[in-house]
Nanobody
Framework: VQLQASGGGLVQAGGSLRLSCIAS????????MTWFRQAPGKEREFVSA???????YYTDSVKGRFTISRDNAKNTVYLQMNSLKPEDTAVYFC???????????????????WGQGTLVTVSS
């Protein structure tokens, strides 16, 4: 499976963007899917995950503003980002891994399949 993220761009604070992660070379149906982000000079951090059973998880700073979803028929995972803040500025990556367990969803070292990243810039 290969992942390709898209949908980033420049937006003003308070605006919205929708990121997409399209998988090719295989079906995502049996995978938990996750978004991470990496701001300049910072570690890559967990943002949100959706399990194959459609349970969702969010880091505290995006709860109530971001929504993760998946469309298995389109082999795509989405991240709807509303009420964006300058501190959301980062490169956003989608990721997955075979055999990922729920307790490891937030741990970037547990992932071996990454998309190329899409840049989100939020201006104040």
């Amino acid at each position: 499976v290969q992942l390709q993220a898209s949908g980033g761009g420049l937006v003003q604070a308070g605006g919205s963007l929708r990121l997409s992660c399209i998988a090719s070379g295989g079906s995502i149906n049996m995978y938990h899917m996750t978004w991470f982000r990496q701001a300049p000079g910072k570690e890559r951090e967990f943002v949100s995950a959706i399990t194959r059973g459609r349970a969702t998880y969010y880091t505290d700073s995006v709860k109530g503003r971001f929504t993760i979803s998946r469309d298995n028929a389109k082999n795509t995972v989405y991240l709807q980002m509303n009420s964006l803040k300058p501190e959301d500025t980062a490169v956003y990556f989608c990721a997955t891994s075979a055999g990922l367990i729920l307790s490891s969803l937030r741990l970037k070292d547990q992932y071996n399949l990454w998309g190329q990243g899409t840049l989100v810039t939020v201006s104040s």
